[in-house]
C-alpha cells in the first residue's frame, strides 16, 4: 500500500501508537508532520522515518494558538496541504468519581476529545487542507463505547471523541473529507505498562481475560490507521474501527 503525495499531520507521534504510526506510514512514502510535547522524543521519531522532508513541532495540544501557528505555517510554507490527519494523543484516567475533581474531568477532555476537533477546525481553513479531500483518523478507545468502573471520566472523552466524529463525517462529506475512529483494546505501549505495573497480579490476569485475543501490539493499530488514511478506504466514513482483541465481542 503506497501513501506518496500524502502529506499527514499525526498528533501524539512521541509515543505509543502515534510513534510507530509515524514510522510505518514514513515507510509507505508519506510526508509527515509530527506533533508532541517533547521535542527529545520527536527528533527520535523523524530519525526512524524513512524518506525525506518531515517535520515537527513541540507543543502542548491545549494550545489552540500554537496548535494554529504549527499546522497553518507547516502547509502554507511548502505550499503543500494536508491529505490526512491523526488524532493519537491521550491521557489515561482511572479514578473512582466520588474522588475526581472538576479541574480533572475539564483536563482529560482538554487532552483526549477537545483538540481532535480544534485542529479538524484549523484544517479547514484555506490552504490547509487539499481541495480533493482526505482523511482524519481520530484514536478513541474500546472504552469509548463500554463502561468500566473508575473510568467515567476516559469513557466519557473517548466516547466524544466517536460522537464527534461521527457527526463531522457529515459535515464534511460535501468536501470529500472522511471522518473515522479507531477504537483499541489495550496494546502493549510505554503507557498501558505502567498501568499493568502499578496493579496486582490478580487484576492483570483479569485484563488479559478481557482480550480472547490476548493483549494487542500497537502494529494492529497502525494497521488499520493506514487502510483509514489511504485510499483503499475511499468510501468510509463515520464509523468506529474496534481493533479489540474480541474485548467487545463479550
Not at 473529507?177 to 497480579?201: A, Q, Y
Given at each position: 500500500m503506497s501513501l506518496a503525495e500524502k502529506k499527514i499531520l499525526i498528533i501524539g507521534a512521541s509515543s505509543g501508537i502515534g510513534r510507530a504510526a509515524a514510522i510505518d506510514l514514513s515507510k509507505k512514502g508519506a510526508q509527515l508532520v509530527l506533533i508532541a510535547r517533547s521535542e527529545d522524543k520527536l527528533k527520535e521519531v523523524v530519525a526512524l522515518c524513512e524518506g525525506e522532508g518531515h517535520t515537527y513541532f513541540s507543543l502542548d495540544v491545549k494550545d489552540e494558538n500554537a496548535l494554529e501557528a504549527a499546522i497553518s505555517s507547516s502547509a502554507k510554507e511548502t505550499g503543500i496541504p494536508f491529505t490526512s490527519f491523526v488524532y493519537s494523543a491521550g491521557m489515561e484516567g482511572t479514578i473512582p468519581l466520588k474522588f475526581a475533581k472538576t479541574e480533572f474531568l475539564e483536563d482529560i477532555l482538554k487532552v483526549n476529545t477537545i483538540p481532535a476537533l480544534l485542529i479538524t477546525k484549523i484544517l479547514q481553513k484555506k490552504g490547509n487542507f487539499s481541495l480533493e479531500g482526505g482523511s482524519l483518523v481520530f484514536v478513541s478507545s474500546v472504552m469509548g463505547s463500554l463502561g468500566q468502573p473508575a473510568k467515567a471520566a476516559y469513557c466519557m472523552s473517548?466516547?466524544?471523541?466517536?460522537?464527534?466524529?461521527?457527526?463531522?463525517?457529515?459535515?464534511?462529506?460535501?468536501?470529500?473529507?472522511?471522518?473515522?475512529?479507531?477504537?483499541?483494546?489495550?496494546?502493549?505501549?510505554?503507557?498501558?505498562?505502567?498501568?499493568?505495573?502499578?496493579?496486582?497480579?490478580?487484576?492483570?490476569?483479569?485484563?488479559?481475560?478481557?482480550?480472547?485475543?490476548?493483549?494487542?501490539?500497537?502494529?494492529?493499530?497502525?494497521?488499520?490507521?493506514?487502510?483509514?488514511?489511504?485510499?483503499?478506504?475511499?468510501?468510509?466514513?463515520g464509523i468506529d474501527l474496534l481493533i479489540d482483541g474480541g474485548y467487545s465481542a463479550q
Open positions: 473517548k466516547g466524544g471523541l466517536i460522537a464527534a466524529s461521527k457527526a463531522l463525517a457529515l459535515e464534511l462529506a460535501s468536501k470529500k473529507i472522511r471522518v473515522n475512529c479507531i477504537s483499541p483494546g489495550m496494546v502493549e505501549t510505554e503507557m498501558s505498562s505502567k498501568i499493568l505495573d502499578s496493579i496486582s497480579d490478580e487484576n492483570v490476569n483479569e485484563i488479559k481475560k478481557m482480550h480472547p485475543l490476548g493483549i494487542g501490539e500497537v502494529g494492529d493499530i497502525v494497521n488499520g490507521i493506514e487502510f483509514l488514511v489511504s485510499d483503499n478506504s475511499k468510501w468510509i466514513t
